[in-house]
């Protein structure tokens, strides 16, 4: 047997769930967004935040980040985005002036209403293969899945101290200067 010829362990893409998720995940954004760029000549990262602005009425970019797992410097370009376009107005926090919020204005609360139409009948078309029960199901599912997102990060950190330290040091330097950046 030839080294090309020996076997090769491989993941099994058809049970690999953070695959199917990460693919499921870029269809449906993909599509998303290709749709509300047609209709509504915005794209995904503005309905994201306008869902969660019509939700909160106030925000910080930092807030958005963290509920929904954005990036911080594509929230901050779509919050301008979004400000120049008159969907949200940004001010100051009045307790804590370095923190700027956003505000949903009435245009950005109507687009948001008429996008909203749309996404659920993609969630519905999504969902239409799946009883009601097994719906509940997978909504239990994934926030569980969710909430044990801190203990995968977790075990990501323990592996790599064991396995790869070098890793670990670059990381941590990574993770130290983001948390430096104003």
């Known amino acids: 047997m030839t080294a090309s010829q020996e076997p090769v362990a491989v ?51 930092q807030y958005a980040c963290r509920v929904i797992g954005m990036d911080k410097a594509s929230a901050s370009r779509t919050f301008k985005r979004m400000q120049a376009e008159g969907l949200i107005t940004m001010a100051l926090d009045a307790k804590d002036g370095r923190l700027r919020l956003a505000t949903l204005t009435a245009k950005g609360q109507a687009l948001h209403d008429e996008i909203r139409e749309l996404a659920l009948e993609r969630e519905r078309a999504l969902l239409n293969p799946l009883s009601p029960a097994e719906r509940e199901l997978l909504v239990d599912l994934l926030h569980r899945l969710h909430d044990n997102l801190p203990s995968v990060e977790e075990a990501t950190r323990r592996y790599l101290q064991q396995r790869h330290p070098h890793a670990m040091r670059k990381r941590t330097s990574r993770e130290s200067q983001a948390a430096d950046q104003p």
């Open 11 to 61: 993941i099994n893409l058809d049970r690999y769930v953070p695959g199917y998720l990460t693919w499921i995940s870029n269809k449906l954004s993909g599509g998303a967004s290709q749709a509300y760029l047609t209709a509504f000549g915005t794209g995904i990262e503005t309905w994201r935040l306008l869902v969660l602005l019509a939700i909160e009425r106030t925000m910080s970019a």
